[in-house]
């Protein structure tokens, strides 16, 4: 769903509003209606149960949109039916018998009619007037948007600023301020667009974590990190550094690649530009579209749901990263429905937050036991919906790229990787338009292990990784195929502009020096191109591309070779 501007959100909600009130009256004309059949002695166990329902939508709904006496009044209700409603609903065959319900449920039936007048005269719009931007709280960026590194210190030659040259070999935009220079610190955090970070000394922090604050106090976005670099590594130390509310520390002398690695790390993780997409399971339709509306806004893709008949085709369609359902959704279950998603294996990892009006902690375990992971309790404000969406869609995606991600580069996996060259054949085929696979081989790797061991090696993986991430657009696709090859699928792009491509990266990668003590080494990069169209199959495309990186390496070694079928 696209980002809406607040004015534009704040009227749909206030619409939202007006029609939540013309339905829980007409709700409440419907209850009445039940409370005169318990005078008479006539209403059936289907109307009980009918009654049971409308009142845990209003319990659910009422304090959302700024009526909370509603609620609080429609929910001691609903706990009135609650166990003699969930029972009649166990014998459908004696749905229409007459049953008895306890004293005092139809005069309290008769209160909600005047409650929702009074309430509505004061009805108030303070919910709706906090949302969240999403402005306040990210940068937009990810892989394929160059970060920018500002440098703070009080020397343009200074151990900080000399470090501008080889951390610009990843990609990265290194840019020097002045720590001396008030208004350049000012601009450091009121001016910063994309994905950034901050690197200074330690007795350079205390001022530029002076300046941080005074932005953050001011309402400004949320800041970028703070990797700082000192030659005091002592707890003590640490401990102040991490008090005062850096990212991440140096001891100096400082390893460039583990420092690239991490810097790119924190920008990417502070920029996401969605921050996760979350499935709505609600039979309230005002309240599902609110809920929507206000996650939208945020910058987290949401989409509601109110027939739980179409539950697994959403899933698959939508691909959330957590689902929001409610305890009752009409006659549905919730509880059983969260045991039927755990049917398939697909989804046993996806969590499953329940967000309903239920607030008796034995029946929170008892529903969290079949298959849920989390309750959230009816009514929830909009910013608190918005951080806890936020947060579990975050910590989601942590998990999935624990599944489907490299542990040591952070990129996709050999069989992730191989399917997105597939999909990247469909899409040529359905578009027209040329995309190319590459193969990426480290030069006499096995040599680097042999001289000055794995770890040293896999430093060398990942600042290729990094690098590579830096260089290349969102919209490309890299995985680490084995060992010390990677492959990359670059869609809308023909060979010889990868080709392009990859021979800068690879000269690129060949300046950057790996330290071990008083020595260093660099390492160079192999790579074969080949025609993702040119091909019937992305399996066919991809030997193509390494029978083009054989080429090279028969070649010499660092560079770049295309496939021909007449080599």
Same mark, same amino acid.
């Given at each position: 769903?696209?980002?809406?501007?607040?004015?534009?959100?704040?009227?749909?909600?206030?619409?939202?509003? @007006?029609?939540?009130?013309?339905?829980?009256?007409?709700?409440?004309?419907?209850?009445?209606?039940?409370?005169?059949?318990?005078? /008479?002695?006539?209403?059936?166990?289907? +109307?009980?149960?009918?009654?049971?329902?409308?009142?845990?939508?209003?319990? +659910?709904?009422?304090?959302?949109?700024?009526?909370?006496?509603?609620?609080?009044?429609?929910?001691?209700?609903?706990?009135?039916?609650?166990?003699?409603?969930? #029972?009649?609903?166990?014998?459908?065959?004696?749905?229409?018998?007459?049953?008895?319900?306890?004293?005092?449920?139809?005069?309290?039936?008769?209160?909600?009619?005047?409650?929702?007048?009074?309430? $509505?005269?004061?009805?108030?719009?303070?919910? /709706?007037?906090?949302?969240?931007?999403?402005?306040?709280?990210?940068?937009?960026?990810?892989?394929?948007?160059?970060?920018?590194?500002?440098?703070?210190?009080?020397?343009? +030659?200074?151990?900080?600023?000399? &470090?501008?040259?080889?951390?610009?070999?990843?990609?990265?935009?290194?840019?020097?301020?002045?720590?001396?220079? *008030?208004?350049?610190?000012?601009?450091?955090?009121?001016?910063?667009?994309?994905?950034?970070?901050?690197?200074?000394?330690? $007795?350079?922090?205390?001022?530029?974590?002076?300046?941080?604050?005074?932005?953050?106090?001011?309402?400004?976005?949320?800041?970028?990190?703070?990797?700082?670099?000192?030659?005091?590594? $002592?707890?003590?130390?640490?401990?102040?550094?991490?008090?005062?509310?850096?990212?991440?520390?140096?001891?100096?002398?400082?390893?460039?690649?583990?420092?690239?690695?991490?810097?790119?790390?924190?920008?990417?993780?502070?920029?996401?530009?969605?921050?996760?997409?979350?499935?709505?399971?609600?039979?309230?339709?005002?309240?599902?579209?609110?809920?929507? &509306?206000?996650?939208?806004?945020?910058?987290?893709?949401?989409?509601?749901?109110?027939?739980?008949?179409?539950?697994?085709?959403?899933?698959?369609?939508?691909?959330?990263?957590?689902?929001?359902?409610?305890?009752?959704?009409?006659?549905?279950?919730?509880?059983?429905?969260?045991?039927?998603?755990?049917?398939?294996?697909?989804?046993?990892?996806?969590?499953?937050?329940?967000?309903?009006?239920?607030?008796?902690?034995?029946?929170?375990?008892?529903?969290?036991?079949?298959?849920?992971?989390?309750?959230?309790?009816?009514?929830?404000?909009?910013?608190?919906?918005?951080?806890?969406?936020?947060?579990?869609?975050?910590?989601?995606?942590?998990?999935?790229?624990?599944?489907?991600?490299?542990?040591?580069?952070?990129?996709?996996?050999?069989? &992730?990787?191989?399917?997105?060259?597939?999909?990247?054949?469909?899409?040529?085929?359905?578009?027209?338009?040329?995309?190319?696979?590459?193969?990426?081989?480290?030069?006499?790797?096995?040599?680097?292990?042999?001289?000055?061991?794995?770890?040293?090696?896999?430093?060398?993986?990942?600042?290729? #990784?990094?690098?590579?991430?830096?260089?290349?657009?969102?919209?490309?696709?890299?995985?680490?195929?084995?060992?010390? *090859?990677?492959?990359?699928?670059?869609?809308?792009?023909?060979?010889?502009?990868?080709?392009?491509?990859?021979?800068?990266?690879?000269?690129?990668?060949?300046?950057?020096?790996?330290?071990?003590?008083?020595?260093?080494?660099?390492?160079?990069?192999?790579?074969?191109?080949?025609?993702?169209?040119?091909?019937? $199959?992305?399996?066919?495309?991809? @030997?193509?591309?390494?029978?083009?990186?054989?080429?090279?390496?028969?070649?010499?070694?660092?560079?770049?070779?295309?496939?021909?079928?007449?080599?």
């Amino acid at each position: 769903m696209a980002l809406q501007s607040d004015n534009d959100v704040s009227e749909k909600l206030k619409v939202l509003r @007006e029609k939540f009130l013309t339905r829980a009256r007409s709700d409440i004309r419907e209850l009445s209606g039940y409370a005169e059949q318990t005078r /008479s002695g006539t209403l059936s166990a289907e +109307g009980l149960i009918r009654c049971y329902q409308s009142l845990h939508r209003l319990a +659910g709904s009422a304090g959302t949109f700024g009526l909370p006496r509603l609620g609080e009044q429609a929910r001691l209700i609903e706990k009135q039916l609650k166990s003699q409603a969930e #029972a009649l609903g166990e014998t459908s065959e004696a749905q229409r018998q007459s049953v008895e319900v306890s004293d005092g449920f139809a005069d309290s039936i008769d209160a909600l009619a005047s409650l929702i007048e009074e309430s $509505s005269e004061n009805l108030s719009s303070a919910e /709706s007037g906090n949302l969240t931007s999403p402005d306040q709280n990210r940068f937009e960026g990810s892989h394929g948007m160059q970060i920018r590194i500002l440098l703070v210190d009080d020397d343009a +030659g200074g151990q900080v600023a000399s &470090l501008a040259t080889e951390l610009g070999r990843y990609g990265f935009i290194c840019q020097f301020v002045d720590q001396r220079d *008030e208004t350049a610190l000012e601009g450091i955090f009121s001016g910063i667009t994309g994905a950034s970070s901050i690197l200074c000394r330690d $007795s350079a922090m205390p001022v530029v974590m002076q300046h941080a604050r005074k932005q953050e106090n001011e309402g400004s976005r949320r800041r970028p990190p703070v990797v700082v670099i000192g030659a005091n590594d $002592s707890f003590d130390n640490e401990y102040r550094i991490a008090k005062a509310g850096a990212s991440a520390f140096f001891s100096a002398p400082v390893s460039v690649p583990e420092l690239a690695e991490r810097v790119e790390l924190l920008a990417i993780e502070r920029s996401s530009g969605v921050n996760g997409r979350v499935l709505i399971v609600e039979d309230d339709a005002e309240l599902a579209e609110h809920y929507c &509306l206000v996650l939208s806004a945020a910058g987290i893709e949401a989409k509601s749901l109110t027939d739980p008949r179409r539950l697994m085709a959403e899933l698959y369609s939508f691909q959330p990263d957590i689902v929001l359902m409610d305890v009752q959704i009409g006659d549905y279950s919730g509880v059983t429905l969260a045991r039927l998603i755990r049917f398939e294996s697909r989804w046993l990892s996806l969590p499953i937050i329940y967000l309903s009006s239920e607030d008796d902690r034995d029946d929170q375990l008892e529903a969290l036991s079949k298959g849920a992971d989390e309750f959230l309790v009816k009514p929830v404000s909009d910013d608190y919906l918005v951080r806890s969406a936020r947060i579990r869609c975050y910590r989601a995606r942590q998990l999935s790229d624990l599944m489907n991600r490299d542990s040591l580069t952070g990129l996709l996996k050999h069989s &992730l990787i191989k399917q997105e060259l597939e999909k990247e054949l469909a899409r040529c085929r359905r578009f027209g338009h040329l995309s190319s696979v590459a193969m990426i081989d480290l030069d006499y790797f096995k040599q680097v292990n042999d001289t000055w061991g794995h770890r040293y090696g896999d430093i060398v993986i990942r600042a290729l #990784a990094n690098l590579l991430r830096n260089r290349l657009r969102e919209t490309d696709m890299i995985g680490r195929y084995g060992g010390e *090859e990677f492959m990359v699928v670059l869609p809308d792009c023909s060979v010889q502009a990868a080709a392009d491509l990859l021979k800068s990266i690879g000269e690129s990668f060949s300046e950057l020096v790996f330290a071990v003590g008083e020595k260093n080494f660099q390492v160079t990069l192999s790579a074969g191109i080949a025609g993702v169209n040119e091909f019937p $199959s992305g399996a066919e495309a991809l @030997e193509a591309a390494d029978q083009a990186l054989y080429q090279c390496k028969h070649e010499g070694r660092n560079g770049v070779a295309i496939y021909s079928a007449n080599k």
